[in-house]
């Protein structure tokens, strides 16, 4: 069982639609990272928080360290959005020891 | 934001060859570099940590002597594939960071083939 689970695991949204993008893990962690991958393969980080809720334009973040939970949210989605998104979290102490989710494959349509 | 870039972004070379993979931080010093893959429909996974003037930690399961990483500047981490074969055909990603707990910058990605 991967250690850091997402869901939905592909999703089709209409362009405007309000997107949520949930990642639950099992390991104890210090913060959890949102990463977008484009189809040419390049990784753009998101975000990294260890707590409560950020927000950074049309995307928001949120985590809850007690219910082992984040979730990324992007309003008012946009074809430009398409990507495929991954959370990863850091273990064993080191910051670049992340256990990657499988990634949710986003398709927004026009 | 801070710019991670690697070099090349794609490469096709000859099973036997060896293959150099560069990562540069454009716009920061990086104390850390990590070296990543990816096989297709596959998740990440970390291959070897890199600090700068010392050696790199490699993952379980990753041979140091295949994928040699020098990290010999702040701005500069090479990962080398050594006598590369078809079974390391994969897309290789570097990430950086400046200091312990900030922001770990990813680079585009390289993307190898060996036939």
């Known amino acids: 069982k991967n250690e850091v689970e997402q869901s939905p695991q592909n999703l089709t949204a209409q362009e405007g639609e309000f997107i949520t993008i949930n990642c639950s893990y099992s390991?104890?962690?210090?913060?959890l990272h949102w990463l977008q991958q484009h189809p040419g393969g390049g990784i753009v980080s998101l975000f990294m928080l260890s707590s409560g809720k950020k927000k950074h334009g049309r995307l928001i973040a949120t985590i809850n360290i007690q219910e082992k939970h984040s979730s990324l949210h992007i309003t008012a989605s946009h074809p430009r959005d398409s990507a495929v998104y991954i959370c990863a979290a850091p273990y064993g102490g080191s910051q670049g020891n992340l256990i990657f989710g499988k990634g949710t494959k986003l398709s927004v349509k026009p | 934001g801070a710019v991670v870039s690697q070099h090349p972004s794609r490469v096709i070379c000859k099973s036997g060859t060896s293959v150099k993979i560069e990562c540069r931080s454009l716009d920061f010093q990086a104390t850390t570099m990590f070296w990543y893959r990816q096989f297709p429909k596959q998740s990440l996974m970390l291959m070897a940590t890199s600090n700068e003037g010392s050696k790199a930690t490699y993952e379980q399961g990753v041979e140091k002597d295949k994928f040699l990483i020098n990290h010999a500047s702040l701005t500069l981490s090479t990962l080398t594939v050594t006598s590369a074969h078809p079974e390391d055909s994969s897309f290789y990603i570097c990430?950086?960071?400046?200091?312990?707990?900030?922001?770990?910058?990813f680079g585009p990605g390289t993307r190898l083939l060996v036939l």
């Open positions: 990430s950086a960071i400046a200091a312990a707990g900030e922001t770990q910058y």
């Open positions: 390991v104890g962690i210090s913060a």
